[in-house]
C-alpha cells in the first residue's frame, strides 16, 4: 500500500492544503479561497465515492444512474467555466462525441468488461479528459473572438461566412486545448509516471502489464480529446456556444 489511511495522512493533508492556500494567498494569485474551497469539497465527495463505488458495482441500473452522473457533473463543470448563459448545456456535445464512441469500441472488442469497477474508472479518466480539452477549447476560443473581434468582421467584409470568419480566428486558439495531453503522451516515463501505470504496480500487475494499461489510457486520452476539441470549435464557430447575443455582437 503506498499510504495508509489514518489520522497521519489527514493531518499531512491539511497541512499540504493550507500551505497551497498561504502560498496563493501570499502571492496575490487571487484563488486562494478557490484552492480551500477545491480541497475540502475533494476530500468529502472522493469519502462519498468511495463508499457509493462498492455499493454500484454490483448492480447495473445504479452503474448506469452513476456514469450518467458523472457525465452530468462535468457537462456542468465545463459549460459554467466557457459561458454564463444558456448555451453552456451544448458542452454535453463534444464531451459525448468523444467519450462514447471510444467506450462503446472498447466494450465491442472486449479490452474493457461491462462491470463497474472496470467500466468506471475508465470512463472516469476519459470523461475527465473530455471535461479539459472542452473546457480549454472552449474558453480559449471565446476569448480570442473577443480580443479579435475586428479580424472576424473583416473576414465577413470580404464575403467569409459567420462560421469560416469565426474559424479562422478560433482554430488556432483552440488547438492549445490538446497541448497538455501531448505533452504528458510525450513525456510518460521520463517525466511523469501517470496514476495508471502506478496503480497498476501497486496492485500487484508486472511492469510490462501496467504500461500497456497506462498506453491504452494515453491513447485513449487522445482520440477523446482531439474529438472534443473539434465539437467545441465548431459549435463555438457556429454560434451555438456564445457569451454575448449574436445579434448584438454582430451589430456592434
Excluded: K
Excluded at 472486449?110 to 467500466?119: E, K, N
Excluded at 475508465?122 to 473581434?149: F, H, K, N, Y
Amino acid at each position: 500500500m503506498l499510504l495508509p489511511v489514518n489520522a497521519t495522512l489527514g493531518v499531512v493533508l491539511a497541512v499540504l492544503l493550507v500551505v497551497a492556500v498561504a502560498v496563493a494567498a501570499v502571492a496575490r494569485l487571487g484563488h486562494a479561497r478557490a484552492i480551500a474551497l477545491a480541497g475540502l469539497r475533494a476530500a468529502a465527495q472522493l469519502a462519498a465515492v468511495s463508499y457509493l463505488i462498492g455499493w454500484v458495482v454490483g448492480a447495473l441500473p445504479w452503474l448506469l444512474c452513476f456514469l450518467a452522473l458523472m457525465f452530468t457533473v462535468a457537462v456542468r463543470t465545463a459549460g459554467r467555466r466557457i459561458t454564463r448563459n444558456h448555451t453552456w448545456w451544448w458542452t454535453a456535445v463534444p464531451i459525448a462525441v468523444g467519450v462514447v464512441p471510444v467506450v462503446g469500441a472498447l466494450l465491442l472488442t472486449g479490452l474493457v468488461p461491462p462491470r463497474g469497477i472496470s467500466l468506471i474508472p475508465v470512463v472516469g479518466i476519459l470523461i475527465g479528459g473530455a471535461l479539459t480539452a472542452t473546457v480549454l477549447g472552449g474558453r480559449r476560443s471565446l476569448d480570442e473572438l473577443e480580443a479579435r473581434r475586428g479580424e472576424v468582421e473583416a473576414g465577413l467584409a470580404l464575403g467569409l461566412l459567420d462560421r469560416e470568419a469565426r474559424m479562422e480566428v478560433a482554430r488556432p486558439a483552440a488547438s492549445d486545448a490538446l497541448l497538455p495531453g501531448l505533452d504528458q503522451t510525450r513525456t510518460v516515463g521520463l517525466v511523469t509516471l501517470p496514476g495508471a501505470f502506478v496503480g497498476m504496480l501497486l496492485g500487484g500487475a508486472s511492469p510490462v502489464q501496467a504500461g500497456a494499461v497506462q498506453l491504452f489510457v494515453l491513447v485513449a486520452l487522445l482520440v477523446v480529446q482531439a474529438a472534443a476539441c473539434a465539437v467545441v470549435l465548431e459549435l463555438v464557430a457556429r454560434g451555438r456556444i456564445h457569451r454575448v447575443p449574436l445579434v448584438a455582437a454582430e451589430g456592434e
